[in-house]
């Protein structure tokens, strides 16, 4: 997944925008990159990759986005929406078709 590839879809934050937030504000706990846009506070999907940005910054290492394509983690996280998980606000990036292949990670 790209730099400039969405993270959060409900609030339309990218990877780079978080990463130079991090880098920027040395937030002391992944909670507080919610203050980047309001990532994180829709449907709670992102959370999990925020928190691996998080650590990557501050400490270095690999997330899972440098595996996923965008179109994985978009059905990824439309499986978990579908399956009630969480719910998007209005205005966040609407979810792939159904038919689409199930994702496999
Ligand atoms: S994708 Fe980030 S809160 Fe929904």
Same mark, same amino acid.
């Given at each position: 997944m790209d730099l400039d590839a969405e993270v959060c879809y409900c609030f339309h934050v990218s990877r780079r925008k978080l990463i130079n937030f991090c880098r !920027? $504000? %040395?937030? #002391?706990?992944? &909670?507080? #990159? &919610? $203050? @980047?846009? +309001? =990532?994180?506070?829709? @449907?709670?999907? @992102?959370?999990?990759? #925020? %928190?691996q940005i998080h650590r990557q910054v501050m400490q270095g290492g690999a997330t899972e986005l440098e595996k996923l394509s965008s179109e994985e983690y978009a059905r990824l996280r439309a =499986?978990?929406? !579908? &399956? +009630? %998980? +969480? !719910?998007?606000?209005? +205005?966040?990036?609407? #979810?792939?078709? $159904?038919?689409?292949?199930? =994702?496999t990670v």
């Open positions: !920027r $504000e %040395k937030p #002391l706990v992944p &909670s507080q #990159l &919610s $203050e @980047c846009g +309001g =990532a994180g506070t829709g @449907c709670g999907w @992102c959370i999990p990759f #925020l %928190k =499986a978990y929406i !579908r &399956s +009630g %998980k +969480g !719910r998007p606000p209005p +205005g966040a990036t609407p #979810l792939p078709p $159904e038919d689409d292949p199930p =994702a």
